[in-house]
């Protein structure tokens, strides 16, 4: 018979993190709980859902989840009526996560280090930043654009960017609400980075940046949310408010 059960040791923060939250889901933890004890036939999308009072679509979704992370998989079995089903079981019987903080802190900085660089290069080659940003990228494509920039850079040409990590990047991206998070840390950096000039107004985060008129509004937004903004007088003959860092997080912008 097949041995298709492993021990596998998680030490990877872009490995740990997603399975830590998969398995603090409730729903998750007790399908994974439900298709152990039906080993090692394994069970239905069906019976999970009938043994955790949930609805199928979302028993399947998290079941998707749980193959992605290659926790939980299928084999197609033939049930009473002699018809082909999924039969889904645990791939995983026994997990350990190796937690580093020292690891996680140091690949946390790395990644945004890349991904305020993915940026440049960004505006550089694509002249724009849009809301289809991820939508017209992909981890593969990430990590071309990424190396290709190290390569033409001297002061970055011994370095190189993994698959694991253009995944990651990705997957931060994905939600606009991180590549908004992400998109304002490279502004505030910019303009940090620029004698100090910490102002801006509406019309420049379009045009010095080069967003679309969408991510522009968002940021606008988002800066105008933040405590550590406030408005201040236009510019004489402009009519245009404009956006200022109040002075105590001068040294402290990132949020």
């Given at each position: ?71 939980a998989d299928y084999k197609m079995e033939k049930n009473e ?94 939600r606009k609400s991180d590549l908004i998070k992400y998109l ?54 402009q009519g245009v408010p404009r956006i200022m860092l109040k ?9």
């Amino acid at each position: 018979m097949e041995q298709i059960f492993v021990d596998p040791t998680f030490t990877n923060p872009g490995e740990v993190i997603p399975v830590i939250k998969a398995l603090a889901d409730p729903t998750r933890l007790g399908m994974l709980l439900q298709m152990n004890s039906y080993a090692p036939k394994g069970c239905t999308a069906s019976q999970l859902a009938d043994k955790l009072g949930k609805k199928i679509p979302t028993i399947l979704h998290h079941l998707e989840k749980l193959q992605e992370l290659g926790l939980a998989d299928y084999k197609m079995e033939k049930n009473e009526a002699g018809r082909e089903i999924k039969h889904w079981k645990v791939t995983k019987t026994r997990i350990q996560l190796e937690i580093n903080l020292d690891l996680f802190t140091d690949a946390n900085t790395e990644l945004d280090e890349l991904i305020l660089l993915l940026f440049d290069e960004e505006r550089r080659t694509n002249k724009a930043i849009t809301v289809k940003f991820t939508e017209e990228n992909s981890p593969e494509i990430i990590e071309k654009k990424l190396n290709n920039l190290f390569k033409s850079v001297d002061k970055y040409s011994s370095r190189n960017i993994t698959q694991l990590q253009a995944q990651e990047i990705y997957s931060r991206l994905l939600r606009k609400s991180d590549l908004i998070k992400y998109l304002r840390k490279w502004i505030l950096m910019a303009f940090k980075a620029s004698a100090g000039n910490l102002q801006l107004s509406f019309f420049e985060l379009g045009t010095e940046f080069n967003l679309d008129d969408e991510l522009r509004k968002d940021l606008y937004e988002s800066f105008m949310r933040s405590q550590k903004f406030q408005l201040s007088d236009p510019v004489e003959g402009q009519g245009v408010p404009r956006i200022m860092l109040k002075r105590e997080y001068v040294d402290d912008f990132d949020d």
